[in-house]
C-alpha cells in the first residue's frame, strides 16, 4: 500500500483547551517554563553564543549542540505565540533571531561551534557532530516562527542553510555523500518543503534517509579522512545512529532512543511525501518492534543508559530505565506521522500512552523543573550508586534537549488531538474545550464538555456554520472495553461504526447536533509480557489513559516489598487537594511485617507474617512533585 | 573484651582432602590454573617487567598493579609446593624470585612501575596508585614461599623493601604520614612480623590501620603537592578507599569492597597482636554492618559495578551484582581473623557461605577460566547493553587480580578448615580427607569420611598418638536444624554440649574414638530482609552450605516468570554426570503460557493460564560451566 498523508493534522492554533488537565500545564507552560528555558539559555551562554564573540582560550565554548536548544525554545515560543499574542515575548524571539541572522556565514552556513571554537572541522564528523541535527532545529524553529507570526526573516536564513547544506551533500560530484549522526535534519526539511513548497528540501531528506547505511559506508571513509580507525568509536557499532544497514532493511529499533524516532518520524515524512511503499514498510515493522517489543507502559522509550538507546526485546528494566523525555516526545511525533496515513487507533493509542505519561513525567507541576530519564521504579540511595541522575527533577541540563523539547510539545499541544481530510474530520485524543475549524468550505465548531482523562464522559456539540455532510471519526481508545456512543441522545449501535479504532459518523451535521461518548475507566490491573523479566509478578495500574505509581509519600518505604491481592478491591477516587486535583486510586495491599526480622538477613521462607498496608497510587506522570522517596509502577500482585 | 589470638589456624598442609568435591578442584588449581596463570602472567609482559628492560616509548609498560599479579600466583605456588613437591615448579618461582631481587633498588625499594615507568612520582600518589599493594602481595608472597621451602631470599628482599617502607612512613621526623589507597600491606605486615618476629612489622601495620583517615587528610596534603585539587577525584569522597573517618569511628563497610574486607582483614590482625579493644570493637560492628545488611545469599560483597563498593543497606541488586571474586574471598579472609579470637559459628557460618558459592563460582571446572564479577541473575544480552562483563568466566583481565587470587585461595585451602587452641581443637568445616597434626606433644590424626556439602554425614575417627585429654570442637552449621551428635555409637546430648555454634567434647581421646555428626541437609527455601527490594516475592534455594541457581540449560528462558509454589515437592538427587557429580533440586513450577500472548506487549492481569514447568536447580558455584544462557539464584515464590 503506498502511503498517502490523508490525513492533516487540524492546526493547534484551532483548539483552545478549557479543561482541568491539560489548560493549566500549557498555561505553565507559557508563563513559567518559556521564561525560565529563556533564562538558562541566556546565563549558560548559548544566546550570547551566536554573536560570535567566543575567542580561543575564553571559557565556556560554545557547545555543538548549544544551536538546537535555542532553536527548540524559539519553535516553542512560535507556537505559544500563535494562540496567546505576546509582544514581549515576540521582541525576545526577533532579538534572538537578528543574533541568529547574523551568525550565518557569507556561503549560507551557520553553526556557532564550528564558526567560532572548530571552523577547521566544519563538515569532518558527521557521525558524531551535531551540525546537520542543528540546522534541522534551527529549520523547525523558522518554519513555526514564520507561521506564527508571518515573519520570514528566520525562514529565509534558514533556507540559505538549507540550500548550503543541499550543495555540500548529495550524490553529485564533489558532493558529500554523508547523513546525519542525530537525524531531525530530515523531518525538519519536510516541513521546510511543505512551508516553501521547493521540492529541492524533500529531495534532501529523501537523499539522507536513502543514503543511511549503505556501503562503503560513508562513517568509514570520513573516520579515515580524519585519520581514525572506523572501528575505533565508543559506540561499538553504527547501530548507535542507524546506520548499521539501510533503513529499508533495518527490522528492529536500534541504538540511541531519540535519533531512532526522530529518523523514522523524518523518513514517514518522507514517504507520506513520496508514497514510498517499501520505506513505509519499513516504518510499520520498526513501529511494531518498538510497541510490541520495545515500550515501557508508560510509552518510554531506549531503555539503556549507556548509549540512552534501544537493547533487546523485552528488556525494561524498571529502576535503570532510561526512556529519555526526548525519545518518548519522539515516539509521539512518530505515532502522528504514521496516524496521518491511516486512521488506526493503534497509533493514537501509543501516542496518548507516552503523552499522558512518559512525556508529561518529564516535566514538574511547577514547570521549571525537568526529568531526563524516566525511571519507572526509583530508590534514592541507589540512583547515586549507579551514577544515574537523581529522583528529583532538575532546573536544566549540560546536555538540554529535554526542556526545550517538553515546552515546544506542550505549546502546540492541541495539533495531536484532531486531523482533517477529505472525508471528514477525526478526534484522536479528548479534552475540554473547543475546536475551531472548516469542513470543505464551512466553518465547524465542536465543543467538547469532559473531565477527560479524569472521567470517560465525552460531550460534543457540533456547531457547523450551515449544515454540511462529512464523516466525524471518534477513537475508541484501546484502553476501554465499553464504549458506548449516542447520538442525539439515540444510542448507536458502536461495534458497526468501527473500524481500526475509530467509531464513523458520516451524516449531515446540523448546528447543535450532540455525541455523547461514554468510555468508562475502571482500574485495570495491567500484566506485561512473560518476556519482560522486571515485571514478571508484577501489575501496573492504569485507569484511562493515565498509568498510575505507588509512591513513598502515600505508601512509606520498601514499596518492592507491598504485595496487591487479586481480589483486593481498587478504588478511584477525586482528590481535590492532593497535587492539585487528581483522582487517585487506593486500596488495601499488604506487606511482611518487618519487625520480626530484626538483624537477620536470610532465613527459611514462610515464617514471615503479612500485615494490612494501604496502597494508594497517583498517576505516574505527576509522581516526585512531593518529597523525594521511593516510586514504583510494577506493583507485586497475588 | 580484648581479642586474643586464641584459635590458631592449623597449617593447610596438616589436611589431606580425600573427598569428592575440593580434591578435583584444588587437584585443577595445581596442575592446570597454576601453569595457565604463569604462562598468563608471561605473555602478557608481567614477568619480564621485572628485568625493568622497558624504556620510555616501548609499548605495553608495566602497569602500577602487575606486581602484586605476579606475588600472588608465587604465594599460590608456594602453598602448592608445601602440599605438592613439584621441583619444576620451583624452579619457576626460583627463576621469577630472582628477577624480582634483582628489580629491587639499592635503598630497598621494589615496584616495577614506579622504577622504570614513572621514577619521578614515587610515593606521591597513595590515594590511587598501588605501591603500597604490590608490596603486600609481595611480602605475602616472600612469607609463603619462605615456609613451603625454607628458602629465605624473597624474604630478605622484601624484608628490606619493607624496612625502606618503614623509613618513608611514620610519624617522625620527615616521615611520610601516608597509607595505603589500597589496603593489603597492612595483613602483610602482621604476616611478615609473625614470620620473623620483627615488632616493628607489627608496628608500621598499626600506623597505617591508626593513620587512615586522620585530619589533616593526608590525601588532601598529597593532592595539593600533586598540585592538584583533592576535591576533584573520581571516587567523589574518601569513603571508597575507606579513610573517610578514622577506622575506629567507622560504622557501616563503604567504598570499594575488596579494599575494606582488606583493611579489615589487617585491622583485626593488628588488633589480634596488640589486644587492641577499641579497634576490635569497630571491626565487629562492620563485620555484622556487611553480614547482616550488604551481604548476598551467595557470600558475596560490594554491589555496585561503580567503585566495586558497597552501597548501602539491603542494595543487593542481583542482575547487575557486582561482588566480586576478590572481595568474596576477603570476606573469608576477615571471618578467618574473627574467628581466631572467638569460636562463633557465626564467623564460620559466612566464611562457608562464601567459599562454598561467591568464591567458587569464581572459577570454571575446568580451572582456566574466571569471573570477575558474580552476578545472581543473568540475562546474556543485557549484560551487554549495561556494559558489564559477558556472562562466560574469561580466561584473564587486564586488572588481573582475581584469578590468582582463587589460586592461593585454593592451594591453601586446608587453612580454613581448622584451628586449635591451648585448649584443644576446632573443626570449622566438613570434608572427606584426614587431618594430621599435635595436640601438646601428642600427634593426633582425624579421619574425616563423608560426602559433605553434599550430604551431611560427617564421620570421624580421632587417632591420637597416645590418649590425650583435649576439647574437640565441632561446628554445628548454621543452616542445620536438627543436628545430631553420636560419641563412639552412643548419642550425645547435643544442646548441652554447644556453645556458639560449637559443640565442645572434652575428654580423654583415645586411638578409635569415634565421632558421628549428622547435618540433616533438607532443600530449604530461604527468602531475604524485606529491604532487599529485588528479592521480595523470591526465594533462594539452599542445601547445606550450597545456594542453587536455575539456569536456562535447565530450565529453558525467561527465568525470571517460572514461579515455585509454596507446596511444591522439591527433591535432592546425585547425577553423576550432571557438571561431574553434583547433587541437583528438582520441583516442578509453573510459567504463564506464553503462546497466548501473541504480539502483546501489555493486557489486563488475570487472563493469564499457567503451564506446569521443570524446575532443577545446581549449585551456584557450578553455574555457566555449560552453554552461555539465563541464570537465577532467586525464585519467584508463591
Chains 1, 2 share one sequence.
Not at 364 to 373: A, N, T
Request: proline content about 6%; aromatic content about 12%; hydrophobic content about 40%.
Amino acid at each position: 500500500m503506498k502511503p498517502q498523508r490523508q490525513w492533516i493534522p487540524t492546526p493547534h492554533t484551532r483548539f483552545r483547551f478549557e479543561d482541568t488537565f491539560w489548560k493549566p500545564r500549557v498555561e505553565t507552560n507559557r508563563t513559567v517554563t518559556l521564561p525560565a528555558e529563556y533564562e538558562q539559555c541566556r546565563k549558560t551562554g548559548r544566546l550570547d553564543a551566536f554573536k560570535l564573540e567566543w575567542k580561543q582560550g575564553d571559557p565556556n565554548p560554545p557547545h555543538i549542540f548549544w544551536d538546537s536548544d535555542v532553536a527548540k525554545w524559539i519553535e516553542a515560543a512560535a507556537y505559544s505565540l500563535a494562540t496567546h499574542p505576546d509582544p514581549e515575548l515576540e521582541a525576545l524571539c526577533d532579538r534572538t533571531i537578528d543574533w541568529i541572522a547574523r551568525a550565518q556565514q557569507p556561503d549560507g552556513y551557520l553553526n556557532v561551534h564550528f564558526t567560532v571554537v572548530e571552523p577547521e572541522k566544519r563538515w569532518t564528523n558527521l557521525r558524531d557532530w551535531h551540525e546537520l541535527y542543528c540546522a534541522g532545529h534551527l529549520i523547525e524553529a523558522a518554519v513555526a516562527y514564520a507561521q506564527a507570526t508571518g515573519k520570514r526573516r528566520l525562514l529565509e536564513v534558514l533556507g540559505r542553510y538549507a540550500d548550503h547544506i543541499a550543495r555540500v551533500f548529495g550524490a553529485g560530484p564533489g558532493q558529500k555523500r554523508g547523513y546525519p549522526g542525530h537525524p531531525e535534519l530530515e523531518l525538519a526539511l519536510v516541513k521546510l518543503y511543505r512551508a516553501t513548497n521547493e521540492r529541492k528540501y524533500l529531495d534532501l531528506a529523501k537523499f539522507f534517509v536513502d543514503e543511511r547505511g549503505r556501503q562503503p559506508h560513508y562513517y568509514d571513509l570520513e573516520a579515515r579522512a580524519r585519520g581514525e580507525d572506523p572501528a575505533g568509536h565508543w559506540t561499538g557499532g553504527y547501530d548507535y545512529y542507524q546506520a548499521h544497514l539501510p533503513l529499508r532493511e533495518q527490522k528492529t529499533a536500534e541504538g540511541h532512543a531519540v535519533r531512532a524516532l526522530y529518523l523514522f518520524s523524518g523518513a514517514a515524512d518522507v514517504a507520506l511525501e513520496t508514497g514510498d511503499e517499501g520505506l513505509w514498510k519499513a516504518l510499520l515493522r520498526l513501529w511494531k518492534n518498538i510497541v510490541r517489543r520495545r515500550m515501557y507502559v508508560t510509552g518510554g522509550v531506549g531503555s539503556a543508559r549507556h548509549g540512552e538507546r534501544f537493547t533487546f526485546d523485552y528488556d525494561l528494566p524498571n529502576e535503570t530505565a532510561y526512556a529519555e523525555t526526548c525519545a518518548n516526545i519522539a515516539l509521539v511525533f512518530f505515532a502522528h506521522r504514521l496516524l496521518q496515513a491511516d486512521l488506526n487507533a493503534e497509533y493514537a493509542d501509543v501516542l496518548e500512552r507516552a503523552l499522558y505519561n512518559g512525556v508529561l513525567s518529564g516535566v514538574s507541576k511547577d514547570g521549571r523543573h525537568f526529568f531526563y530519564e524516566n525511571y519507572l521504579a526509583a530508590c534514592p540511595p541507589f540512583e547515586r550508586f549507579a551514577r544515574m541522575n537523581p529522583v528529583v527533577r532538575q532546573e536544566w541540563f549540560g546536555c538540554a534537549c529535554c526542556p526545550p523539547n517538553v515546552a515546544r510539545l506542550l505549546a502546540s499541544l492541541g495539533l495531536y488531538f484532531s486531523s482533517q481530510s477529505a472525508a471528514g474530520l477525526a478526534i484522536h485524543l479528548y479534552a475540554g474545550g473547543r475546536l475551531e475549524t472548516t469542513v470543505g468550505e464551512v466553518p465547524v465548531a465542536l465543543d467538547f464538555q469532559t473531565d477527560y482523562p479524569w472521567d470517560g464522559t465525552v460531550r460534543l456539540e457540533v456547531s457547523p456554520a450551515k449544515t454540511v455532510r462529512f464523516a466525524l471519526a471518534l477513537r475508541i481508545p484501546g484502553w476501554c472495553r465499553a464504549a458506548k456512543l449516542k447520538l442525539n441522545g439515540t444510542a448507536l449501535p458502536l461495534a458497526k461504526l468501527v473500524a481500526n479504532g475509530y467509531a464513523h459518523l458520516e451524516r449531515d451535521w446540523a448546528p447543535g447536533d450532540r455525541v455523547e461518548l461514554e468510555l468508562p475507566m475502571p482500574v485495570e490491573r495491567i500484566e506485561a509480557h512473560p518476556g519482560v523479566r522486571e515485571d514478571c509478578g508484577r501489575v501496573a495500574l492504569q485507569r484511562g489513559p493515565l498509568v498510575y505509581c505507588i509512591e513513598e509519600a502515600d505508601c512509606g518505604r520498601n514499596l518492592a516489598d507491598l504485595v496487591l491481592p487479586a481480589k483486593a478491591k481498587l478504588t478511584a477516587k477525586w482528590e481535590p487537594k492532593l497535587l492539585g486535583g487528581v483522582v487517585s486510586i487506593a486500596g488495601t495491599a499488604k506487606r511482611r511485617e518487618e519487625k520480626q526480622w530484626g538483624e537477620t538477613l536470610y532465613r527459611p521462607a514462610g515464617r514471615s507474617t503479612f500485615r494490612p498496608t494501604r496502597l494508594k497510587a497517583i498517576p505516574y506522570a505527576l509522581w516526585a512533585n512531593r518529597k523525594p522517596g521511593e516510586m514504583r509502577v510494577w506493583v507485586r500482585a497475588e
